[in-house]
């Protein structure tokens, strides 16, 4: 079983950046598929970037040009540069670990962007 363990998140002002990490022990890291979402206080979960096993990467629309997905597969861990933050960006994110079909959920972290 894969467990998702996020960190990094908090305040910043809109314009900076922050960087996210998810370290993910209990199985072969390299394997998974890795993604976060996000979700804003009274909102839906939202996906906003995603990097397979190989490496390619996908984002939101929302988020595209300013976040950057990467994996580390000899730390276990991905990790999500957000720049160029908004208040809009504010919201808990969360880390999921996908494999065969059974997606293992971190706990999250709160990323607040003030105006």
């Known amino acids: 079983q894969v467990q998702p363990v996020e960190s990094g998140g908090g305040l910043v002002q809109a314009g900076g950046s922050l960087r996210l990490s998810c370290a993910a022990s209990g199985s072969i890291f390299s394997n998974n598929a890795m993604g976060w979402y996000r979700q804003a206080p009274g909102k839906q979960r939202e996906w906003v970037a995603g990097?397979?096993?190989?490496?390619?990467?996908n984002y939101a629309d929302s988020v595209k040009g300013r976040f950057t997905i990467s994996r580390d597969n000899a730390k276990n861990t991905a990790y999500l540069q957000m720049n160029s933050l908004k208040p809009e960006d504010t919201a808990v994110y969360y880390c999921?670990?996908?494999?065969?079909?059974?997606?293992?959920w971190g706990k999250g972290t709160l990323v607040t962007v003030s105006s």
């Open positions: 990097i397979t096993s190989g490496g390619s990467t």
């Open positions: 999921v670990a996908s494999r065969g079909g059974q997606n293992y």
